[in-house]
């Protein structure tokens, strides 16, 4: 077999791409950020299953510490109600306590709410705005996505122009999709329902106890449709895999360490870097860490010409927040929202890096 020259090396790898996807990503099809998800997903929780409602409602006033009702859940820091509830999770446990091994019945009932309010405003496939069908359109196959999103905004845009894509390491010819906090449509361990094995939702295992792992997680597709939720209670069948913010995330992303196993791997074939919408917070030290460990493989490549990290950010302390990447060089700031201007940019840089 005739090894091929540099030139066709060099522009096999100048075609693929990683894409690293923050909540910002979703915003113009509608999706929720961090507070505005959190009010409205404590709404639908209070409507639809008071009793824990009541119970995860005082512990967000014992967060800020307020003897009176509140109103408005936006007023409780995300992060700190999250960290809060492991605090309760660790009490219970060390006195026995313990719902399941997947949490307390609080952090369980909160993360089923988020996912049911994520999947309630996630676009059908008839109502997706064109950013996104234009941006699954420009994929292809050795493209490597790292979204840091529970929903499933892409993997609807990709199934709507007709595009495969996986969630593990497999050789598979589909796009990478490593979805390293947990989606919606995501669960730890066989489906069952108060212990009794149930697979209504036709789950699928992903592969990963095949490697280093000891826990499955399932996915199933029927939940990218929200009629399906309706049919669902908490604390059941559909039990959602989310790695919530605050300081239990390091215990959480264990679960799914498969996906954080040396990232580096996604850079080895791969030529240009793009950064949508990441909010990269001071504390949130283990996507600081991702990056700070992985620099070396983006900035340097092994040889080919010409590679470049845009991040495509709106927030005005985008430039201090990334500053520790963009100080390396070979990366551009493009402070704006992201737009079919950015995709054309994608594009032009496939072909003419």
Sequence with gaps: MTKPDRATIELYVKQNRVFILGAGFSAAAGIPL?????AMAMEKFASECPGIYARVANYAKECISSTEELHDMRQVSFSDLCTFL???????YGGGERWCDNGSREKLALRFY???TIAEQTP???SLPSLYLEFAKQLHENDIVLSFNWDCLLEVALRAVGKRYTYNYSGEEAIKLFKLHGSVNWRLDEPNHFGTPANSLAWEPMGFTEGIMTKEIYHSEALLNYSTWHNYPPLGELDPFLVLPGYGKAFDVRANATLWYKPEFAFATTHD???IGLSLAPDDFLLRSLFLSNLPFINSFSGVRGRRIFIINPDPQAESNYDFVLSRGHADLLNSRFSEEHIN???QRKWNP
């Design 124 to 126: 059908s496939p008839s």
């Design 34 to 38: 961090t507070q505005e998800l959190l």
């Design 345 to 347: 940019l994608m594009i």
């Design 86 to 92: 492991e605090y309760i999770e660790l009490r219970e």
């Design 273 to 275: 870097v793009f950064i």
């Design 114 to 116: 988020l996912a049911k």
